[in-house]
């Protein structure tokens, strides 16, 4: 019993000791767009172009309709009037945005010390979009998005394999079309916010808010 509080007490001081500082950049207002967006995409162009890994990867988190979130990665495939992702529609988080179809998704770039909130409403896009982005795919993705009954409960890794083994086989002679329970959502934001670390966790958040003729920006304390 000692032993194991000691080893407890440990973790727990080890973990309370992990911090780091950030000293990077700094982050005003006469350094941000005054749209959002634009801001959103110049911060993007960074971290692609300082080569993170998975710099399009989202937290993407959703509320089902008795209100209990969920939360998980995805990658964003698109920007345009909004933020396009794609997965089925059976899914989990398919299943809350047919319940509630508002979400929030982070972005974090560690290596640049940047995060980026967004909340808005959720749309499906246009079966043309999600066909023309299916296309795209490699063939073992297009083939693991047909039979992976995603979210739901299977009883081994070996019959998943025997269904992606058995659809290569098949689609070998077929053509591969998108199945209708899969494609892609549009984020419309109403909410961002910019996170840019600071020493002494004095960090820098700027938001803007979605105001009728546009948006405001603002200050929130760290």
Request: net charge neutral.
């Amino acid at each position: 019993m000692f032993d194991n509080q000691l080893c407890m007490s440990n973790q727990e001081r080890n973990l309370s000791d992990i911090r780091n500082d950030y000293k990077l950049k700094i982050l005003s207002e006469s350094d941000v767009k005054a749209n959002p967006m634009e801001q959103f995409r110049e911060w993007l162009d960074s971290a692609v172009n300082s080569k993170l890994y998975e710099p399009t990867a989202m937290t993407l988190s959703t509320c089902n309709a008795q209100g209990r979130p969920s939360s998980r990665i995805v990658l964003l495939k698109g920007l345009d009037e909004g933020l396009v992702f794609f997965t089925n529609y059976e899914s989990k988080k398919g299943l809350c945005l047919s319940e509630n179809p508002v979400v929030a998704v982070l972005f974090f770039w560690p290596e640049l010390e940047r995060q980026v909130r967004i909340e808005g409403k959720v749309e499906k896009i246009s079966t043309e979009e999600s066909d023309s982005y299916f296309c795209s795919r490699p063939v073992a993705s297009q083939i693991g998005a047909i039979v992976s009954p995603q979210s739901k409960i299977i009883a081994s890794r070996s019959e998943l394999d025997q269904l992606f083994e058995n659809a290569l086989k098949e689609y070998k002679t077929k053509e591969i079309k998108r199945p209708d329970n899969w494609g892609g959502y549009r984020i419309i934001p109403d909410y961002f916010e910019f996170w840019q670390g600071r020493t002494g966790r004095l960090h820098d958040r700027l938001f803007y808010q979605k105001v009728s003729e546009g948006w405001t920006l603002g200050r929130l304390a760290p």
